[in-house]
């Protein structure tokens, strides 16, 4: 009987493995060398001629939530694509213009928040991906790229999101619900002495704003996360849209000199409304919302804001040492309904360039310098054994922190506030000559941190905030059975300001298995992440923004993921299992009055297809 079933359970996966058989591997690359984009001022765009293979490994495959890509402390809504902020966050050295929406829903577009890449293929590529959770998650997303010519290349990019409310409260209306589609192509002349970059980027993003939840009176929230019978502080939608083109062209005059051209242009909405909001029993105040401005439900509140953004310049090649300097003008509109039109530009010049230490060691500097008096200035090193980054910055305040004006909060800090200073570095050890044992070490003096109060009022530290990250990362395998962790301590003054945890940590393990001469692949594991008590930040819906709240603590939370995924050829299934320690601790909280997903078991598939 057992060989009976073995056989047919052989001849399945035969089958599977036959199915995929015009499938053969190929190199397909990407031509991107460096970040660059509409959502930042700072970044340059630099392509030397330098390709990475597109990452088709089994390894991570069930960590579909982008925010899961951070090893260092996040903090989110607890809804599948909800907002979320990281230790990123702190710079507050990312543009001039910038809104801060942008940083906590980036990831979830496609080409905004770090790489946008572009491709050579030897042969048409496209991936399909799939997954689907039990509390309503849905994920769809894929890619198709082909060069037309050795020199030609076009494709295109879509992702699906929807995550269905986490307490059934409103409806069955999905609590966020987002599209993303972008457009792509390239062009490098036979005799490599002209090359040209376009990208077109659509983002719509919808969500249903619950507002939390109450807590129970003994500061628990209800047992076993009865969510049916919890009350929820508010109805609201919101609406965001962005909109951006680019375009990049250069024209090598020789090795030596070149002349580069880049544009940046975009548009990006958004749209808040409160649909009802309940007065605090036998007070004036509005549950849910920080004392405000106006007591009335209501809120109505629109904004947009129109970018263009040129840079000229010459980028060449001399030996070992590789230059790209320019100037970029950019200019902003911003209007709400309340302000039509309120226009900003800027002059910079920048430099970057770098050398060959030795064949191993590569040095590299930055340098910005705006009309607005805000910069930047950088320098790195690169070793096998090591990387060390260190940088100087001065930023102009987020517009929104200068201006706003809803139903419920208004404020006008024009030419009140001070750049925000901050000067740092962090460097990375590899002592084994591997990527096995990582030791790494940040620091970041920030001067005039900008933030939101518990009032939803613009506050401006007068002094320095300090803050210092060591961290230790280790891999380690054994046959079958392979083991990561990640550690990470936060040593800060400010922490009442920053709101984040001194210990954060991840660990995961796996055992990895491969059948029918490899054709097979299996991973099974788990993965674990915590973090230590903390003061969380609160999130305000209107403002898209964390915001500093003294009332709420968050705990140490571990939260248990379990999966077991599996290849054959280039066909990728995963089953996972989120937050299995639900039942174990009651409080469940990373965000006040948001709880983290419940226990949830997804399934997804990719798919790779190369002609």
């Known amino acids: 009987m057992r060989s009976h079933i073995f056989a047919r359970l052989t001849w399945a996966v035969s089958f599977l493995i036959g199915l995929n058989s015009i499938a053969s591997a190929q190199v397909v690359k990407d031509t991107l060398a460096g970040k660059y ?40 809504l607890g809804s599948f694509g909800s907002a979320y902020r990281t230790l990123h966050n702190l710079g507050q050295t990312n543009g001039v213009f910038k809104e801060l929406s942008e940083d906590h829903y980036d990831n979830y577009g496609l080409g905004q928040e770090g790489e946008r890449k572009f491709y050579t293929t030897l042969s048409p590529f496209a991936k399909l991906r799939y997954q689907l959770g039990g509390i309503g998650d849905v994920l769809f997303d894929g890619i198709y790229t082909r060069n037309i010519n050795p020199g030609t290349n076009f494709g295109f990019e879509f992702r699906r999101l929807k995550s269905n409310q986490l307490f059934p409260l409103i409806g069955d209306d999905a609590l966020i619900n987002s599209t993303s589609l972008r457009l792509f192509g ?8 002209y090359k040209l970059f376009a990208d077109y980027h659509s983002t719509d993003y919808n969500s249903i704003e619950q507002g939390g939840i109450d807590i129970a009176p003994t500061g628990l929230i209800l047992s076993w996360f009865d969510w049916g019978n919890i009350n929820a502080r508010l109805d609201a939608s919101s609406k965001y849209e962005d909109r951006s083109y680019f375009l990049y062209h250069e024209y090598m005059l020789d090795k030596g000199i070149g002349l580069y051209h880049e544009f940046n242009g975009g548009r990006k909405k958004h749209k808040y409304t409160d649909n009802s909001v309940d007065l605090d029993s036998g007070s004036t105040e509005l549950l849910f919302y920080p004392t405000t401005v106006n007591i009335y439900a209501g809120t109505y509140h629109k904004w947009s804001n129109t970018s263009l953004r040129n840079e000229f310049g010459l980028k060449g090649t001399l030996g070992k040492i590789w230059y790209k300097a320019g100037i970029h003008q950019r200019f902003y509109w911003f209007e709400d309904h309340i302000e039509s039109n309120n226009v900003k530009q ?29 910069f930047q200035y950088k320098a790195s090193i690169k070793h096998p054994l090591f990387m060390a980054t260190g940088f100087s910055n001065n930023s102009l305040p987020f517009y929104i922190y200068e201006r706003f004006t809803s139903n419920h909060y208004n404020w006008d800090n024009t030419g009140n506030l001070r750049n925000v200073y901050s000067i740092g570095f962090n460097a990375h050890l590899t002592p084994l000559k591997s990527d096995k044992l990582k030791l790494s070490l940040g620091y970041r003096l920030i001067d005039n941190y900008i933030y939101f109060d518990n009032q939803i009022q613009v506050q401006q530290e007068s002094g320095a905030i300090s803050v210092l990250t060591p961290s230790v990362d280790y891999k380690f395998k054994y046959k079958k059975l392979g083991f990561e962790t990640s550690l990470q301590y936060n040593a800060f003054t400010g922490n009442r300001i920053l709101g984040l945890p001194n210990v954060n940590g991840m660990a995961k393990s796996y055992y990895a298995l491969k059948l029918f001469k490899g054709a097979l692949k299996t991973n099974v594991g788990a993965e674990i992440r915590t973090w230590s008590d903390y003061q969380a930040y609160g999130y305000m819906p209107v403002l898209h923004s964390f915001y500093h709240q003294d009332e709420f603590n968050s705990y140490a939370t571990p939260y248990l993921t379990g999966f077991f995924d599996f290849r054959i050829k280039t066909v990728t299934m995963f089953i996972r299992g989120e937050n299995l320690l639900e039942y174990i601790h009651a409080w469940n909280f990373q965000t006040p009055y948001y709880p983290m997903k419940p226990l949830n ?9 190369y002609d």
């Open 346 to 374: 800027e002059i910079a010049l920048q430099a970057r360039g770098g050398f060959d230490l030795n064949d191993s060691t590569k040095f590299k500097l930055d340098f910005i310098q705006s009309s607005t008096g805000a």
């Open 186 to 193: 390239s062009y490098f002349a036979p005799n490599k002495k």
């Open 601 to 609: 078991v997804s399934f997804g598939v990719q798919w790779n297809f």
């Open 37 to 76: 984009g509409p959502h930042t001022v700072w970044e340059t765009t630099a392509y030397d001629d330098q390709f990475k293979n597109i990452d088709t490994s089994i390894h991570n495959i069930y960590q579909t939530d982008p925010k899961l890509e951070f090893r260092d402390f996040y903090q989110d």
